[in-house]
Nanobody
Framework: QVQLVESGGGLVQAGGSLRLSCAAS????????MGWFRQAPGKEREFVAT????????YYADSVKGRFTISRDNTKNTVYLQMNSLKPEDTAIYYC?????????????????WGQGTQVTVSS
């Protein structure tokens, strides 16, 4: 049984920073790519960032490029999302997910396990 548990969300002022963590258990962490998605109220879930198994290949949504950094520590079975220069439009529930299928990295259908989400609220 795979479990993904996010933490690190909260309320922050615009321009501030947060670091999200996602601890994984249940299958060999280092053999799966990981991703972060987010969902704002009234909107569809959208891709934020993904990192390959080894951490070599990383991709970001254009909306967060240059502000967010995804990383992973395979010795700790954890993936991180460092979020800097936060904007009110970054407000959403952030989910980490484990990619079990090949295909487009930005397509949520290629991720087969999801965390429960952590709320990020950015005030103006």
């Amino acid at each position: 049984q795979v479990q993904l548990v996010e933490s690190g969300g909260g309320l922050v002022q615009a321009g501030g920073s947060l670091r999200l963590s996602c601890a994984a258990s249940g299958r060999t962490f280092g053999t799966y790519a990981m991703g972060w998605f987010r969902q704002a109220p009234g909107k569809e879930r959208e891709f934020v960032a993904t990192i390959s198994r080894s951490g070599v290949n990383i991709y970001y949504a254009d909306s967060v490029k240059g502000r967010f950094t995804i990383s992973r520590d395979n010795t700790k079975n954890t993936v991180y999302l460092q979020m800097n220069s936060l904007k009110p439009e970054d407000t959403a529930i952030y989910y980490c997910a484990q990619r079990g299928s090949s295909g487009y990295y930005f397509d949520s259908r290629n991720y087969d396990y999801w965390g429960q989400g952590t709320q990020v609220t950015v005030s103006s």
